[in-house]
């Protein structure tokens, strides 16, 4: 109560700075409707912008989201074009996701370059889709690095540069790049090594289902001995 007497007091002295302070007082506590009532009168600020979307996306009020999304992206913030890139991706507007995540990629995000690259793939654009996948990979993401190898197998014909993707990728646990590395090895005759790369693939697949087995096994047994505690009681 402090605090909102203060802020009130510097909202009164034409503090702008206070408003967005009262404005994330409430929004912390959950009052949604009097948090949006303060960044609406600091509506010009960036900040404001970017929360004022938020609340709007957790309350599943798209359409009022990208009003504010797209406000603070024409003041050049990186992360809400990505964000406008991510909500037009999953309405399958896939041309404003890509004008948006282009925003964003143009200032190096990571994340809007994956995207990009994915989407890119999947039109068949490969050499763009490389272009977007290659700085993501060279960051070690092992989804970029799968599938800039695959681009090298099967749009350039390249083995050796999809070997090194997928060994890449392999290093940090994607199942998909060790069953590849198997088939690139079987095209190329080395039965010995596709063997080698096959065999890991299964007993890999083989671990992560006894795990998820064994996981299963273990809430199947406490929720049994819930049961019994609460019967015997």
């Known amino acids: 109560e402090k605090a909102i007497k203060y802020y009130e007091e510097a909202i009164v002295d034409g503090c702008k700075v206070a408003l967005e302070n009262l404005g994330d007082l409430y929004y912390q506590t959950k009052d949604y409707q009097k948090a949006i009532s303060y960044y ?5 600020s960036v900040s404001c912008q970017k929360k004022l979307a938020d609340i709007y996306m957790e309350a599943e009020n798209t ?20 964000k406008l890139g991510l909500i037009y991706e999953d309405l399958n507007n896939l041309e404003d996701a890509k004008k948006y995540y282009l925003l964003a990629a143009k200032k190096n995000h990571l994340n809007s370059k994956l995207h990009l690259g994915r989407i890119y793939y999947n039109e068949g654009n490969y050499e763009e889709s490389k272009k977007m996948l290659d700085v993501c990979a060279n960051e070690n993401n092992a989804y970029a690095q799968h599938m800039v190898a695959l681009i090298y197998e099967n749009y350039y014909s390249d083995h050796t540069n999809a070997k090194y993707w997928y060994e890449k990728s392999k290093n940090q646990g994607l199942v998909e790049s060790i069953f590849n590395l198997g088939q690139i090895s079987l095209k190329l005759e080395e039965d010995e090594l596709a063997k080698k790369y096959f065999k890991e693939n299964i007993s890999i697949k083989f671990f992560k289902s ?22 015997s009681a």
């Open 40 to 44: 609406l009168r600091n509506s010009t």
């Open 63 to 82: 359409d009022e989201a990208v009003i504010w999304y797209k406000k603070a992206s024409n003041n050049e913030d990186i992360e809400s074009s990505y």
């Open 210 to 231: 006894s795990k998820e087995k064994s996981k299963k096994s273990r809430k199947e047994t406490k929720r049994n001995e819930k049961g019994r505690s609460c019967t």
